[in-house]
């Protein structure tokens, strides 16, 4: 065998990010926890900031994304990730600081800080992951919860006369004088992997650049908490997600 012939990890088309530690994967099957993971470690080490961030991890799901990523983390009481990063950012303004929330802790026990952190223009990128459910505790009913969508709190569907609505975080984020980036992506179809990857760089920047706050929004799938298998579940959340959270730039200045 020649050496051309030898097949290097830096001339293969797909390679695990440098900056993913060696952690079992522990999410269900079809999560879309472990691509978000991926992207983050590869935009972190292409813009040369491994040194230069800080996560913060709250509760649920999102919290053991410090297991895999090797950067610096800072946990987070529940819904508070916001207010921590604000603290972090201000101490350390040469610094990238993001949070990663599920929609549970952003837009429920989290919903003051996440406004009035966006409110000020923190110079903070908020990374929400939004499958609609609360995935870690038992699949309850979240804020995002679809209207007639079954769930362990809403076992006949929810009802809005009884629950409310389902709330739609990043539109009221949008409409906030700090907020710079609000976008609302998926990863569900290589597409829509790429065009993920480039807002979470433009969020990352918009930290470095300190133009005020960066909401990415995941429309996420969560198959156990659904009760279905990952096709399904990508199946579900492109009829019944995406006409409610549909993809695309809510603003960007």
Not at 194 to 209: D, Q, V
Request: proline share 6%.
């Amino acid at each position: 065998m020649i050496e051309s012939d030898i097949i290097k990890p830096e001339n293969l088309v797909y390679v695990k990010p440098r900056l993913m530690n060696d952690t079992p994967m522990h999410y269900c099957p079809g999560c879309s926890h472990g691509v978000v993971h991926k992207l983050i470690a590869e935009v972190i080490d292409e813009m040369g900031l491994e040194e230069k961030t800080i996560g913060i991890a709250p509760v649920g799901c999102a919290v053991f994304a410090y297991n895999y990523i090797d950067i610096d983390w800072q946990e987070a009481a529940h819904g508070r990730a916001p207010a921590v990063a604000t603290a972090v950012k201000r101490l350390n303004p040469d610094k990238m600081v993001f949070t990663y929330q599920g929609d549970g802790d952003l837009a429920a026990i989290g919903t003051a800080e996440t406004i009035h952190a966006c409110n000020r223009g923190e110079n903070i990128a908020i990374v929400f992951i939004n499958n609609a459910i609360y995935g870690m505790t038992g699949g309850q009913m979240a804020p995002t919860t679809l209207q007639g969508m079954h769930t362990s709190t809403s076992p006949h569907g929810r009802d809005e006369k009884y629950s409310g609505y389902p709330l739609k975080i990043s539109d009221l984020l949008a409409l906030l004088d700090g907020t710079c980036l609000v976008t609302r992506q998926a990863v569900h179809t290589a597409g829509a992997i790429r065009k993920t990857k480039k807002m979470l760089r433009k969020a990352f920047e918009n930290s470095m650049a300190e133009k005020g706050t960066s909401i990415v929004e995941i429309v996420s799938t969560c198959p156990s908490g659904w009760k279905l298998n990952p096709d399904q579940a990508n199946q579900w959340m492109v009829k019944n997600m995406f006409p409610l959270y549909p993809l695309g730039d809510l603003k960007d200045i």
